[in-house]
C-alpha cells in the first residue's frame, strides 16, 4: 500500500483513473489507447508542474517519505559483492550506520551509509536512523581501512540527527563526531558523500566530510531540523513550515549557498516511485565523480578538502 | 531657566557611563547564597570563596586572568555577522545582532587575541555566553579558523575556552559548516605539531562539543561546568526519564574518559604554563 502525500493525491487519483479506464477497455475489449494517451500526458504535466512548484517543506516530506530508499536499498542496487563489516571494535554494532566493501562497475569502494527501518520493528531496530557514538566510531574505521587498502569512501547521509540519549553522552557523542570531522578531512583516498534522505545537522556532518558532497533532488541539510527549529525559535511546534523556509535547507537552496558541490535528480515524482532508476542515476554520478577524483594526487585532494570548507561564511569586515 | 525644568525626558546616561551603583558592590553567590564584595569575587577569579562556585565569565575576564598585564593583540576584532539566509523568527536577524552588539558591546560570540601567559607566547580564542547564547554562525568559525592559522603561522600554541549552546540557528547551513571549517585547522594544528588545549567551560554543548571543543590534545575544563552534545532537556524528552544527579557534569564527563583533567580557575594560568613548559619548546 502507497503512502501518499498530500500534494501526491491529484496525481495518484490521475493514475488511478487511467487504469480504471484500461482495465474497462480490456473487460469489454475496446479501444480508449487515444483517450488515455491524452490523459496520460496530463499525467506527466501534473508532475511536473506539482514538483517544480514544492515548497521546502513538501521537500523535507519528500526526503522522509516511508517509501523512500534508504542506503541499503541503493547498496542493494548499484553495488556487487557488499561485504558487510560490523562493529567499531569498542562497545558495539549500531545498527543505524551500515557499512562494507564492495564494488561498483567492478571498482572496489567502502560504501557507507546510515540505515533507517521500513516497519515498525525494523524502525526499532536501526534506532530510527539515529546513529550513537559507536556508529561514527566504526564509520571511522572503516573509512581508515579503507584508507589503508587505498579505496574510494562512498557515504551516503540520511539522518533525523545523532541519538540524544543518556548512553551516547555517556560513550561521548560529541567526541565522536569531532573526531569524524577532523580524521575525514585527512583521509588520503576520495570521499564522495550523498545526502539521500535527511541531513540533520552534527549527526549528518559526522559522515560528510567529503571531496564531492552532493544531495539528491529531494533532501534537505542543515544545522537542525524544522520541527526543532519551530520549537525554539517560536517556542512552539506549528512554526515547522515557516522554519523550513527560513532555513533554506533544500538541495538547491545549499548549491546555491555554495554549501555543497551539487544536485542529483531523482525520477520525476521522487525516488520513491522508482528505486532501480534513481539507483541508476546515483551510480552514474558516483562513477563520474570517482574519475575526476582519482586523476587528482592525494595531498591536493586534501588540500582542496581543506579549502573548500575553510571559505564556507559570511561576515562582513 | 533650563536648570529647572528639565529639557530631555527620562534618564540619558548610558549604563557604562554610570556610577557604579552601591548594590554593584556586593556578589551573592548563586548556589550557595554566600555574599561576598565584588572585589573579593573579582580577586578570586570569579569563583566563591564559600562553596567555590564558578561563575560563568566573558572573554573580558579571561584574557584579563590569562594574559600577563592584560597586554593582548585582538585577532579580527571588527569582523561582524551577514545575514546570508535573510532569516527572520520573531524577529530579523540583522535586529537581533544590532540589539545584542547594543546590549553587550561585542561583535560577536567569540574573540580571539595573541598575547603571553607567564612570558610564553599563546593565542587564546574566547567564547562569549551572553552573545546569542555563544552560539557559532559565521564569524565565530572563520575568527576561529584565522586564530588558528595565526597559531601555525607563528608556531604558537592554541588554548580555545568554549561556552556556547552550539551552532547558530539563524545562519542554518553555515553555521554547520563552521564545525567542519574549525576541524580542518585543528588536523593542520595537529599535523604541524602545534599544542591545542580545550577548555570546555559551563555550558558547551551542541555543535560546538562536536567538533572543535573535543579535538584538544588536551580537554580540560573548570568545576562543574555542564558539557555535553545533546542539551538536558532533550534527553530527558527522549528517555522519558529524570536524568541522574551530576549527569553532563565536567566531573561525570572526566569520569566517562573525555576531559583530561578539571582545574580551578584560579589555578587556570599557572596550570597552562607548566603544561606548556613540559610539552612545547617553541
Redesign the interface.
Known sequence: MRTLLDFERPIAELEARIEEMKRLAAEKDLDVSSATAVLEEQLIDLKKETFRNLTRWQRVQLSRHPDRPYSLDYIQRICDDFIEIHGDRQVGDDKAIVGGFAKIDGRPVMIIGQQKGRNTKDRQFRNFGMPNPEGYRKALRLMKMAEKFGVPVISLIDTPG?????E????????A???N???M??LQVPVICVVIGEGA??GA??IA?GDQVLMLENTW????SPES?SS???RSWDYKE??AE????TAS??MG?G?VDGIIPEPLGGAHLDYDAASEILKAEILLQLDKLEAIPAERRIDQ??EK??G?????? | MSWFTRKDKGIQTPTEAKREAPDGLWYKCPDCGKIMHTREHKLLAYTCSNCNYHERIGSQEYFELLFDDTLYTEL?A????????H????KAYPDRIRATEKKTGLKDAVRTGHGKVNGRDLVVACMDFGFIGGSMG??V??KI?RAMDYSLAHRIPFLMISKSGG???M???????????T??????L??AGIPYISLLTDPTT??V???????GDFNISEPGALI???GPR??RE??GKD?PKG??SAEFVQE???LDFIVDRKELKDRLASLLDIIWKG
Open positions: 545523532a541519538y540524544p540519549g543518556l551516547a553522552e555517556e560513550r561521548g557523542q560529541g567526541e563526531i569531532a573526531r570531522l577532523r580524521e578531512f585527512v545537522s552534527g556532518l559526522g566530510i541539510y542543515s544545522v537542525i527549529c525554539i525559535l517560536w515557516q522554519a527560513a532555513l533554506k535547507l537552496d545549499m549557498n554549501l578538502r581543506i570548507f575553510s564556507m561564511g559570511v561576515f562582513v569586515e | 579580527d571588527k569582523m561582524s555577522s551577514g545575514d546570508p539566509l532569516f527572520t523568527d520573531t559565521s564569524v568559525g572563520e579558523a551552532a547558530r540557528m545562519e542554518a547551513g553555515f553555521s554547520l559548516m563552521q564545525m567542519a571549517k576541524s580542518a585547522k585543528i588536523a593542520l595537529d599535523k551542541g555543535g562539543t562536536a567538533s572543535f571543543a573535543m579535538l555535553g552534545f545533546a532533550v534527553i527522549t528517555i536524568l549527569f553532563q566517562h574518559g573525555f
